[in-house]
């Protein structure tokens, strides 16, 4: 990670332990290296050829897995995008310590650093700002970090305050099939 004087930067390419540990645990500051930037930006103008072309393109034209070949209209992109990122922001568990929440962050910023994703620079810019309380999520495709409210976090909007829980010991819900998302 190339250091220039207290503030470190991400590239995608060469964050080490001893930058996560520095970020996480004593809070210093990182930034978006202006090389990964300009790769960042290079994907997404990529990723925008593609979709004004109308070329099927897996799971941004497309559906996923099984449904991969299955494409999808103009109209139902956008609800495809945000149907997924629900999908996957489930959770159990304590909420997790700072130090992990900003590891977290940093790690996935870095992984977008590298340009292969297509996302827009604000997505890693928003990821290393933001410190929100996390629980641990987990998601039927993968077991990953997620923030209770992702979906409204990258979509700009202020995250819900409110707290939920879930029913008392003392009076058990029975999930029926209609309620697991099955006929």
Not at 114 to 127: A, D, K, T
Not at 142 to 162: H, L, T
Request: one cysteine or more; proline letters at 7%; a positive charge.
């Amino acid at each position: 990670m190339p250091r220039r004087s207290s503030m470190r930067s991400i590239d995608g390419r060469s964050l080490d332990l001893d930058d996560v540990i520095a970020v996480a645990r004593r809070g210093e500051p990182v930034r978006l290296a202006p090389a990964a930037a300009k790769r960042v930006d290079a994907s997404r103008r990529a990723l925008e050829t593609v979709v004004a072309k109308g070329s099927l393109a897996y799971g941004i034209k497309t559906g996923f897995g099984e449904l991969a070949n299955v494409a999808i209209s103009d109209a139902d992109v956008r609800a495809l995008q945000l149907n997924l990122l629900r999908s996957h922001a489930i959770g159990l568990g304590p909420p997790l310590r700072r130090d992990e929440v900003r590891a977290a962050l940093l790690l996935r910023a870095n992984t977008l650093a590298m340009g292969y994703s297509g996302v827009r620079r604000i997505l890693v810019s928003r990821l290393l700002a933001a410190l929100p309380p996390w629980r641990t999520w987990a998601s039927c495709s993968s077991a990953r970090a997620k923030p209770k409210s992702a979906d409204r976090f990258f979509q700009g909007q202020e995250p819900s305050r409110r707290r939920t829980s879930l029913p008392s010991s003392s009076s058990p819900k029975k999930a029926s099939r209609s309620s697991m998302g099955r006929p």
